[in-house]
């Protein structure tokens, strides 16, 4: 029986539960899904981000830890030969800006490109206030693979930083965001993941009458 569990929310919708479970997967860890159910009292308790639906959250023997960043350093901690993080310092400290920009910002594109890896939208106007957001992505995927040699963020290998991409990899396919070669051969890279491939399976067959919320979770 595994000694951890991991409790997810949609595996459509949530970006942070992806997240968490990329990384756990990437660690090799052995753990069980808990899935919340989404009725009504769990989408309220998401939606006013209640401490009683605290999603990711991963429980490993007598620890429970919640946030994406801090299961990622617990990750790294139990399992420091996963390489979540590079080895080189200076590429380590990038990985940990770069990680932590998606952790805490993006907002206007998160909310103008919410997650949905059922949809397809190929003519889709991002709104004016998104742009800097896609754009600024665009710029932390050229400067990690132009420094790194790729082809993952931080070299022959994903890490932390390419779990947290992950997510907008499908909102950019989602929403068809026009990338340069050099960036749209990264997000075919990542969505082709097997990982990635796994997850979307759950989310293809989660069922349809879960309501897509207005924020993300």
């Given at each position: ?7 997810l929310?949609?595996k ?46 991963l ?15 617990y990750?790294?901690?139990?399992s ?8 080189d ?18 907002h ?7 997650m ?42 994903p890490?932390?930083?390419d ?31 097997p ?7 759950g ?15």
């Amino acid at each position: 029986m595994s000694q951890a569990t991991l409790t997810l929310s949609s595996k459509n919708y949530s970006s942070w539960s992806l997240r968490g479970w990329l990384l756990c997967r990437m660690a090799g860890l052995d753990f069980t899904e808990v899935l919340v159910e989404m009725d009504d009292e769990a989408r309220q308790e998401l939606l006013l981000l209640s401490p009683s639906v605290l999603v990711p959250r991963l429980t490993h023997k007598t620890v429970t830890v919640w946030d994406t960043l801090a299961i990622a350093e617990y990750l790294h901690e139990i399992s420091p030969k996963a390489g979540l993080w590079p080895k080189d310092l200076a590429a380590r400290a990038r990985c940990r800006s770069v990680s932590g920009e998606m952790h805490s910002g993006f907002h206007n594109l998160r909310s103008a490109l919410p997650m949905n890896l059922k949809a397809r939208h190929e003519k889709f106007k991002i709104f004016s206030g998104a742009r800097p957001d896609v754009e600024r992505v665009k710029t932390i995927w050229t400067e990690c693979l132009e420094e790194s040699g790729g082809p993952w963020l931080f070299g022959s290998a994903p890490t932390v930083a390419d779990a947290m991409y992950a997510p907008i990899c499908t909102r950019f396919r989602t929403y068809a965001v026009d990338l340069e070669p050099h960036l749209a051969a990264y997000a075919a890279m990542v969505l082709s993941w097997p990982l990635l491939a796994e997850w979307t399976e759950g989310a293809i067959a989660e069922p349809d009458e879960i309501v897509e919320l207005e924020v993300e979770f």
